[in-house]
């Protein structure tokens, strides 16, 4: 009996080995057949376009030239020959001078696919009058000097440009407001044939005067946020007159009419080569 029951635990264990490792034989060849999933391919994200829409602020610095063109005219007691020698007054006096230029703007953008449509509003500490001198002799030395030209200037243009993506062309234009100075002198030397020896001044004027303002640039954006732009523009604040009146020291030493022997009319207008700094909010 006892040899029976260990003969049966033998068989049951063979048997239990067997079914075991045909069924190991079995999982391990199902898994061989079955297909492996292939790894998933990256993700590739395309850069997020720029868009110029929005609200913007920010500095700017560059040069100013400032262009001047003076006009004189005369009355009579100038204009006479027993006075100053025939052609030694200037009829016109031109000049350019550069200057430092800085200020700051804002503005507004609106993007359309390429096209972007904006205004800005922008104030320039100009500073840089245009200082002409004439110093003729002809047969009596005379000397002449004007000093005009813009202190400040602001402009309210719009801008017109075309995108490619981060980088901006435009075209420019609009309003210019500005102060306009101006003033300056004729003084002369008496001698035999002449009876001059005095000064006669132009009277210093200052007013604020409505021109325009053209100009281009272009604009690249660093970030979503922050982008640098050069620019040029050109601007016209039309003319300035003013009259040139004796000095008590003329009216006394010449017996001259006091009051007004002339005109002088400035022109003024020029150049602005500047750099910026935009932030987008």
Known sequence: MRKTLLASIAVLAA?????????????????????????????VVAPKAYSWTGVYAGV???????????????????????????????????????????????????????LVIGAEVDFQNIGKNSKSYSVLDNGQTVTTYTNSGSQWLSTGRTRIGYAFNDILVYGTGGLAFGQVKSNGSISGVSNPVQAWDGTYTTNSKSENKWGWALGLGAEYALNQNISIKAEYLHYDLGSTKSSIVSTPFAVQTTGQPAGVLGTSKAKVNGDIIRIGLNYKF
């Open 60 to 114: 700017n610095a560059g040069a100013a030239w400032n262009r001047t063109s003076t006009k004189f005219g005369y009355g009579a007691w100038l204009s006479d020959p027993n006075t100053i020698a025939p052609g030694i007054l200037p009829s016109k006096l031109n000049k350019k001078d550069t200057g430092f230029s800085g200020g700051a703007q804002i503005g507004y953008n609106h993007q359309i696919d390429q």
């Open 15 to 43: 048997i239990s080995i067997t079914t075991a490792d045909a069924a190991d034989k079995k999982k391990a060849a199902t898994a061989k057949s079955k297909p492996v999933a292939a790894a998933a391919a990256p993700v």
